[in-house]
C-alpha cells in the first residue's frame, strides 16, 4: 500500500514517508491509494479494541513495517486508559448510544490518534537513528494528547505553543504539568492564530533543528491518526451489531478527521447509514451541505472550542474522493485558490452529499440546553463537544433510520465552569484530570515572535 496526494504531484510514497512528512509537498493531503477491504466473517468475531486495532492498522503499515513489528508495537500503544477496554459504549436509549472515547489519560479522543502517531514516529527513529522536535500549536486538546504521547519517548521533544484565551484552566494545566524533560510548554502571548503562523514559518524556516533531526507535525491531517480512529468506528460497529446492520454516527467535528475516519472504514466495508456532521457556530461544513457554500469566515470563541476552526483541513480527502472520485486536477484547481476563491461544487456533483451526510449546527445556548436536557432524560452529563452531536441528533431524528451512535469526544470534567452554567455537577472526576488540579505549572512565557521562540528552542534541544 504507497500513498498519493489529492492534488496529484506528491506520490508513490510509503507508510513511513508520509507518516514522517505529515503535508504532501503539492500542499495536498495524502491518501491510500487503494481502500483496503475488510474481511466482516473474521471482523465480527473479535472481542477487544487492541484485536480490531490488531487486524486495521496492518492494512496501511505494509510498505514500511513487518505486520509482527506493528502488533507489538501495538501491544504497547494505548496506555493509560481508565477502561479496561480503552472504550465503553451506553446505550441510553433503545436505539441511541454514546460511544465515549475519552477515558485515556488526556480525556479526550485524540489520544487515540496521537498515541498511535507518537508510537510509529518513536519506531521510525530508532531505526534511522535520529531524533525529532514536535512543532505545534493548541487551542485545545491537540497538545495535551500530543505531549502525552510522546513523553517517554527520548528522541522526541515536544514544543507547544499555548495562545491565552479560550482554553480552560485543565486543558491548559494538563499540558503545563508534566514535567518531563523533553516536553516544552510555551504560553505564547497572542492568539491561537498568532500561535499557528509562528508555527508555519517554524516549517519553513527549520532554523532551529540539528543535522539529522526531523521537524514533525501533530496536526489533525497526518494520516496515522486517521487509521487510529477507523479502529474505534469498527470496533464500535461490533459491538452493537457484529456488523450486520448499517449505523449512523453523530459526530462532533471541526477539523473533519474525526468524521473523515468513520467515511474511510465505510470505504473499507463497514455497513454506514448516515454521518451527522455536527458543528458548532463555526459552520463552514454545516454551510457546505446546506447550500454548497465552502466559505472561510473568521473564527468565533464558543463553549466548545476544540472546534473553533475557520476551514476544516481534512474535508479536502472528502472532496477528493468522495465527490471528484480521486480527480487530483480538479482537487488542486478548488484548492489552488481557497479561500481566497471559495469551493462551491457543480450541482449535480455536491447533490451526491445526500447520500451519505446530513449536518446541523449548534450554538452555544442550544449545546448548554443539551447538557441540561441530556442530563435529565438520562441522568448521564455530557460535555459540551459531545452535546453538540447530541442536539443534532434530535434535531435530525425524523431523517433517521437505523440505530444511531454519537461520539463522546471529550470527558465534561474539562469543562468545569461551562457545566456550572448548565447547572451541573459531576460526581467522579478522573483521578488525573483532578490530580493535574493541583500540581505545579511549569511554563515559559514568551511574546508572540518567531525570533525569541526559535532561540528558545535551540537553547533547550
Ligand atoms: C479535536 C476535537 C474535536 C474535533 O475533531 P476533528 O477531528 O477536528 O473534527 C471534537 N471534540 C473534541 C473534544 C476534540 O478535542
Known amino acids: 500500500m504507497l500513498f498519493h496526494s489529492t492534488r496529484g504531484q506528491d506520490k508513490d510514497k510509503t507508510f513511513e514517508q508520509i507518516l514522517m512528512q505529515g503535508l504532501a509537498d503539492d500542499g495536498g493531503l495524502f491518501m491510500p491509494d487503494y481502500w483496503p477491504q475488510v474481511d466482516i466473517e473474521y471482523l465480527k468475531n473479535l472481542e477487544s479494541f487492541i484485536d480490531v486495532a490488531k487486524y486495521i ?47 485515556g489519560p488526556t480525556a479526550a479522543f485524540k489520544d487515540f490518534g496521537l498515541q498511535l502517531a507518537a508510537a510509529f ?17 493548541t487551542s485545545g486538546d491537540t497538545g495535551s494528547a500530543a505531549i502525552d504521547a510522546c513523553k517517554d519517548f527520548d528522541v522526541i521533544k515536544s514544543f507547544i505553543l499555548i495562545p491565552h484565551g479560550n482554553m480552560s484552566e485543565i486543558q491548559r494545566k494538563q499540558m503545563t ?46 494520516w496515522v491518526r486517521i487509521i487510529g480512529q477507523i479502529c474505534y468506528y469498527f470496533y464500535s460497529a461490533i459491538k452493537i451489531n457484529k456488523l450486520s446492520k448499517p449505523l449512523n454516527f453523530s459526530v462532533p ?6 468524521v473523515f475516519a468513520c467515511y474511510a472504514a465505510s470505504k473499507m ?25 465552502y466559505s472561510k469566515k473568521t473564527v468565533s470563541e464558543t463553549i466548545s472550542p476544540s472546534m473553533d476552526i475557520s476551514v476544516a483541513s481534512n474535508f479536502e480527502r472528502l472532496i477528493y474522493d468522495f465527490f471528484l472520485n480521486s480527480n487530483s486536477e480538479l482537487c488542486n484547481k478548488l484548492y489552488n485558490n481557497f479561500p481566497e476563491i471559495s469551493i462551491k461544487l457543480e450541482d449535480s456533483i455536491w447533490k451526491k452529499s445526500s447520500e451519505l451526510f446530513l449536518s446541523h449546527s449548534v450554538d452555544d445556548d442550544a449545546t448548554i440546553q443539551c447538557m441540561k436536557s441530556f442530563y435529565e432524560q438520562h441522568g448521564f452529563i455530557i460535555d459540551p463537544h459531545t452535546a453538540v452531536a447530541a442536539h443534532a441528533v434530535n434535531r435530525l431524528e425524523e431523517e433517521l433510520m437505523n440505530e444511531t451512535v454519537i461520539l463522546s469526544t471529550a470527558h465534561p470534567a474539562k469543562f468545569p465552569n461551562i457545566l456550572r452554567n448548565a447547572d451541573l455537577k459531576l460526581k467522579n472526576i478522573p483521578k488525573r484530570l483532578d490530580e493535574v488540579k493541583n500540581k505545579k505549572e511549569v511554563a515559559v512565557n514568551i511574546p508572540s515572535s518567531d525570533k525569541l521562540i526559535f532561540e528558545y528552542i535551540i537553547k533547550h534541544n
Not at 467535528?253 to 474525526?258: L, P, Q, V, W
Request: charged share 20%.
Open 57 to 103: 492498522v496492518p492494512l496501511y503499515t505494509g510498505s514500511s513495517f513487518k505486520k509482527e513489528d506493528v502488533i507489538e508495537l501495538l501491544n504497547n500503544t494505548w496506555h493509560n486508559f481508565e477502561e479496561q477496554d480503552l472504550i465503553k459504549i451506553t446505550q441510553i436509549k433503545q436505539s441511541t448510544s454514546i460511544l465515549e472515547l475519552y477515558h
Open 121 to 137: 514516529f518513536n519506531k521510525t527513529l530508532q531505526t534511522q537513528n535520529k531524533t525529532a522536535i514536535v512543532f505545534g500549536a
Open 177 to 222: 504539568t508534566v514535567q518531563s524533560p523533553n516536553v516544552h510548554p510555551i504560553i505564547v502571548d497572542g492568539t491561537f492564530d498568532d500561535c499557528q503562523d509562528i508555527v508555519k514559518n517554524g516549517f519553513k524556516q527549520r532554523s532551529f533543528l540539528k543535522k539529522n533531526q526531523y521537524l514533525l507535525a501533530v496536526n489533525s491531517i497526518n
Open 253 to 258: 467535528t471541526g477539523n473533519f478527521g474525526n
Open 269 to 293: 466495508g463497514m455497513p454506514l447509514s448516515k454521518i451527522i456532521v455536527a458543528v458548532n457556530s463555526n459552520d463552514i461544513l454545516y454551510r457546505f451541505f446546506k447550500n454548497n457554500d
